[in-house]
């Protein structure tokens, strides 16, 4: 049974369009036909300078570069007319059509060059596969989009440029030498040793200006080499240039990272901030670019269309903001909008996240590292180790029933990486999601409830009135049985009982009644009752005190 990438390749069918942005398979045959490319450049030169062709191995030079010449069809025939483009705004398939007639012709006048060359039997110089030159920069332009870290592709292609002018310039040399004639004068080459790297060492100290070269002797030579010296200074110096740029794109990042945290100390040492503040500060600066490569991920994402910035969220945060019980049965869309106002925050070993009794206006999810909450009469009791992917703070982004106050302290075990939703972006959010609001507040109020102790009983301001001592009550009853006071209290009573009806009536009818005149008020029932106490005789002076008391509090 043959092995799984053969049968894979066996079962592969070429597709009738392909997308030249994001095909890998695209990128990679562009990879050998910048390869079959590079091959003639290089080479064209030096067949033409060298005497390196020669009719022994004519045959050999011959079979590589009919092989180039077949990587050039099949990309003319193949890959080329099956690209996609784009007109107008519309995506145009290029498999049929105008282009491809065009195509056609190139392919029949590349081959009717090929039968030339082939009949001839020797090659001189191959100039048509210059052609594909723009095969090159397409390659270049691709490979730098897939790549991480395009910056060393740029610098290994600077350097290749610069390496591709001394190797035509020692090409160039050996001409002329040849043309002078070999060891006919002392700034020629005189024809020992390997030609190419000797011819290559005059060429790297001419274009550089290193120096100590012979002297040209004939006009012939100092044209050469004035001609040396002008292009090799402005080559190298675009080559540098060039270089500069490279190397400074790939730094910028870290050029701006270092500018912020010159600045951040500069200010802290002009304000005497205390040393361990800045070790912190430094220390959290150092963190963060080493862990994110950036110091706010948001800058990155800012010149992004809305729609981009909402798929990236998804991808990195989606997963983790699903997990949160709270948000389970909202509106989908209210957690995308949420996903987009996420901020990434570090936090350094021993730092307080939020502390007991503060206000809450933030939710945090746990990105990365540990946090531990802690409480206890010392505060460094560890509850409870919290670890990626753990959420706290949600309640507090509701505050229902009272509940926007932390309720313990929670610190950072470790360098702690946490993602912030505002109290503030949750409401804007909120107020185009009226249904998610309110199962987001139902779902808060019981989750409030849910591990609350049941109340104590209040406290009575008034306590409850004292028993009647019996003395008083024998006192009261002697009274009503001697002078009648019973009946009178009766009296009064009722009088008293039946104005509050007619009032409360009058009250519920919404129409004040002015009080009936038989009313008593409290100073003639005094009366009443306390002149025929004092007409008692031989009554026990300490009932009477007891007795003119209750009438007191009556």
């Known amino acids: 049974m043959p092995p799984r990438w053969i049968r894979a390749l066996l079962h592969y069918r070429f597709p009738a369009s392909i997308d030249p942005f994001t095909n890998l398979v695209y990128v990679l045959w562009l990879f050998f036909v910048t ?60 498999n049929k059509g105008d282009l491809l007639i065009g195509q056609l012709l190139a ?8 039968f030339r060359l082939l009949f001839r039997q020797q090659l001189k110089c191959h100039l ?28 290994i292609r600077t350097t290749t440029y610069l390496l591709y002018c001394l190797h035509c310039n020692a090409c160039l040399y050996y001409w002329g030498s040849a043309y002078e004639g070999l ?56 080559m540098i240039g060039q270089m500069r740029d490279v190397v400074g794109a790939a730094t910028a990042g870290q050029t701006y990272y270092r500018a912020c945290m010159d600045n951040t100390v500069k200010y802290m040492a002009s304000y005497r901030i205390p040393k361990d503040v800045q070790n912190r500060v430094k220390t959290w600066y150092n963190y963060t670019w080493q862990s994110q490569g950036m110091l706010d991920e948001q800058e990155l994402l800012v010149q992004l269309p809305d729609k981009m910035r909402l798929d990236i969220a998804v991808d990195v945060n989606y997963d983790i903001v699903s997990k949160v019980s709270l948000f389970q049965g909202c509106d989908r869309q209210m957690i995308f909008d949420m996903l987009k106002r996420l901020r990434s925050v570090v936090y350094l070993p021993g730092d307080y996240v939020c502390k007991k009794g503060e206000v809450g206006r933030e939710m945090y999810i746990i990105k990365a ?47 702690a990486n946490l993602f912030i939703l505002d109290k503030k972006d949750l409401n804007e959010i909120l107020v185009h999601y009226p249904e998610s609001q309110k199962l987001l507040r139902k779902k808060a109020r019981k989750m409030l409830t849910k591990d609350k102790k049941p109340p104590k009983e209040p406290a009575q301001v008034i306590p409850p009135r004292t028993v009647t001592p019996k003395l008083f009550k024998a006192a ?79």
């Not at 080479?43 to 005497?51: D, E, G, H, K, Y």
């Not at 490979?143 to 910056?151: D, P, Q, S, V």
């Not at 000797?198 to 006009?219: E, H, M, N, Q, S």
């Not at 039946?498 to 009313?519: D, G």
Request: positive net charge.
């Open 476 to 554: 009261l009853d002697v009274a009503h049985q001697k002078t009648g006071l019973k009946g009178t209290l009766a009296k009064i009573k009722e009088k008293i009982n039946k104005s509050s009806f007619e009032t409360q009536c009058c009250s519920s009818c919404h129409k004040p009644v002015r009080p009936a005149s038989t009313t008593i008020s409290r100073s003639k029932a005094l009366k009443y009752v306390v002149l025929p106490i004092h007409n008692l005789k031989g009554t026990n002076t300490q009932s009477m005190s007891q007795l003119s008391q209750g009438l007191k509090i009556l």
């Open 369 to 415: 590292g540990e946090v531990q909450v802690v409480g206890g009469p010392d505060g460094k009791t560890v509850f409870v180790t919290l670890r990626a992917g753990s959420v706290f703070g949600e309640i507090s982004l509701l505050a229902v029933g009272g509940g926007n106050r932390r309720t313990a302290n929670v610190v950072a075990h470790g360098f």
């Open 128 to 155: 048509s596969s210059i052609l594909q030159i723009m095969s090159f920069f397409e390659f270049n332009d691709r490979l730098e989009g897939i790549l991480t870290k395009a910056y060393v592709y740029r610098v």
């Open 107 to 114: 392919t029949v006048k590349h081959t009717i060059m090929l």
């Open 35 to 94: 390869l079959a490319w590079n091959w003639n450049m290089w080479l064209i030169p030096v067949r033409w300078a060298f005497p390196y062709q020669t009719p022994s191995n004519i045959y050999l030079w011959l079979v590589t570069d009919y092989l180039c010449d077949l990587i050039y069809i099949l990309d003319i025939l193949v890959f080329q007319p099956r690209l996609q483009f784009v007109r107008s705004g519309d995506i145009v398939f290029t």
């Open 183 to 238: 060891g006919s004068t002392q700034w020629v080459y005189d024809g020992q040793g390997n030609s190419y790297i000797r011819c290559y060492y005059f060429a790297v100290k001419t274009l550089i200006t290193i120096g100590g070269l012979p002297d040209p002797t004939t006009l012939f030579e100092i044209i050469f080499q004035l001609i040396n010296y002008f292009v090799g200074v402005f080559a190298f110096s675009i």
